[in-house]
C-alpha cells in the first residue's frame, strides 16, 4: 500500500509515547524530592519545589534540567527574568511536570539529545516563545500556553505534541517546522496570526523542512491569519479530521497549488482556500479511526 510505510511509523511512534509516559507518571514522583530550588539552579537530580520561585529580578535562566533527571514543580509557579529562559532542557530522557513558567523570553525550552517530556505545564507571558522543541522525540502533553510570543515552536524531528492548549499568542499559535511529528488533539484559538503553521512562509519552496507530519483531531479558532496554513514547498503532510471555524482569511490554507504536495482528508470548516483542503477526500487507511 502507499502509505502504509508512513502509516505504521505513525503507529509505532505513538505506541512507544504511551509506554514512555506511563513510565514518567509510575516513577518519576516515586524517586524525586520536595527541597528548596535557587534560582540559576541546574537540576541533575529527580527534583520536586517546595515553593514558588521568584527569578523575576535575576538575569539567569532560571532553572536548568539535565536529563535523565525530572523536575516536579509540584503545582507552583517559577517566574522568570524577561531576557532569559525560564527552564532550560538538555542533554538527555529529562521530564518537567505539573506548575508554571512565566515572564520568560523562551518559556520551556528542549534541547540536545532529546526525549523530554513536558506534561501538564503553564506557560504564561513569555515573550519569545512557550515552548520550543530544539531536539528529536520529545513529548508535550496537556500544556497551556497563554500570551506568549508564540505558542509551540517545533523545530525537531518525531516528536508527539498532544491535548496541548494554545491561547491568544502573539505570533504563530502553533509552528511546525520539523518532519515527522505527530500533533494530535490539540486547540489553538486567537491571535493576529495562524493557529496552525506547517513550514515557514518566508522560505523558499526548495528550503522547506516541515514534511511527512501528522495533523489529527486539533482544533482551530479565531486565529487572524489561518487556521491550517501549509506553506509552499511543504510535503507528505497529512491534515485529517481537524476541525477549524471563525478564522481570517479562511480555515484551511495550503500554498502548494492544488494541494498536491500534502494531504487534506475529512476535516470540518466553514471556509477554505484552494478548495482542495476542504473536500471530503478519501480516507485511505482504517487506521485513523472512525
Known amino acids: 500500500m502507499r502509505y502504509g510505510k508512513k502509516i505504521n511509523e505513525w503507529v509505532l511512534r505513538q505506541i512507544s509515547f504511551v509506554v514512555m509516559g506511563l513510565f514518567v507518571f509510575l516513577f518519576a514522583g516515586i524517586f524525586s524530592q520536595a527541597q528548596a530550588i535557587n534560582c540559576g539552579d541546574e537540576i ?38 524577561s531576557g532569559q529562559n525560564g527552564i532550560d532542557v538538555k542533554k538527555e530522557g529529562a521530564t518537567i511536570i505539573n506548575g508554571t513558567v512565566s515572564g520568560a523570553d523562551i518559556g520551556i525550552r528542549l534541547r540536545e539529545d532529546g526525549y523530554h517530556r513536558a506534561i501538564n505545564m503553564r506557560v504564561i507571558n513569555c515573550s519569545s516563545r512557550g515552548i520550543r522543541v530544539q531536539s528529536d522525540n520529545n513529548e508535550l502533553t496537556n500544556n497551556y500556553i497563554e500570551n506568549s510570543g508564540k505558542g509551540i515552536r517545533v523545530d525537531g524531528n518525531f516528536n508527539q505534541i498532544n491535548g496541548n492548549t494554545m491561547v491568544n499568542n502573539a505570533a504563530e499559535n502553533c509552528d511546525v517546522k520539523g518532519s515527522k511529528n505527530l500533533l494530535l488533539n490539540n486547540i489553538a484559538k486567537d491571535g493576529p496570526e495562524e493557529c496552525f ?12 523542512e516541515a514534511n511527512d507530519n501528522l495533523f489529527q483531531n486539533n482544533v482551530a479558532i479565531n ?23 471563525e478564522n481570517s482569511p479562511s480555515d484551511f490554507i495550503d500554498y502548494n497549488r492544488n494541494c498536491k504536495d500534502n494531504e487534506w482528508i475529512l476535516n470540518t470548516a466553514g ?11 478519501i480516507l485511505r487507511h482504517s487506521i485513523f479511526g472512525n
Open 223 to 245: 486565529c487572524g491569519a489561518g487556521g491550517f496554513v501549509a506553506a509552499s514547498g511543504t510535503s507528505g503532510n497529512y491534515i485529517i479530521r481537524n476541525t477549524a471555524f
Open 271 to 281: 471556509s477554505g482556500s484552494p478548495r482542495c483542503t476542504t473536500l471530503p477526500g
Open 197 to 208: 503553521l506547517i513550514g515557514d512562509l518566508e522560505s523558499k519552496p526548495t528550503e522547506q
Open 44 to 81: 541533575k537530580t529527580n527534583t520536586s519545589l517546595d515553593a514558588d520561585l521568584d527569578c523575576s529580578i535575576e538575569n539567569v535562566t532560571a532553572l536548568t534540567v539535565f536529563g535523565p533527571a525530572s523536575l516536579d514543580l509540584n503545582g507552583f509557579e517559577v517566574k522568570c527574568f
